[in-house]
């Protein structure tokens, strides 16, 4: 498991997920106390099965009717003179 300071984490993101990508385990740490650990998405889904997407997640919250569904317009957007 590799261990990088928030410093480190912030400057060099893309090559922290290029490592978790390829099963590395990385704890992000702040004056030197470990705050956060970054996964594989694969081992977050096996610690929080249950967890709604975030979408189900917005839509169980107030607001939303029961039986809700979100109907797209799907047609072309309107043509602009420039």
């Known amino acids: 498991m590799k261990q990088i ?8 993101l893309s090559a922290i997920l290029d490592d ?6 990385t704890t992000i740490t702040r004056h030197g106390k470990a705050v956060a650990m970054v996964i594989p998405f694969e081992q977050g889904k096996k610690l929080y099965p249950d967890r709604p ?8 919250g ?3 009717p029961e039986g809700f569904e ?3 317009n799907m047609s072309p957007s309107r043509d602009i003179d420039l």
């Open 5 to 12: 300071n928030l410093r480190e984490a912030k400057a060099t």
């Open 20 to 25: 978790v990508e390829h099963g590395e385990v």
């Open 53 to 60: 997407n975030f979408i189900e997640y917005l839509m169980s």
């Open 62 to 64: 107030p607001g939303f």
């Open 70 to 72: 979100m109907d797209r």
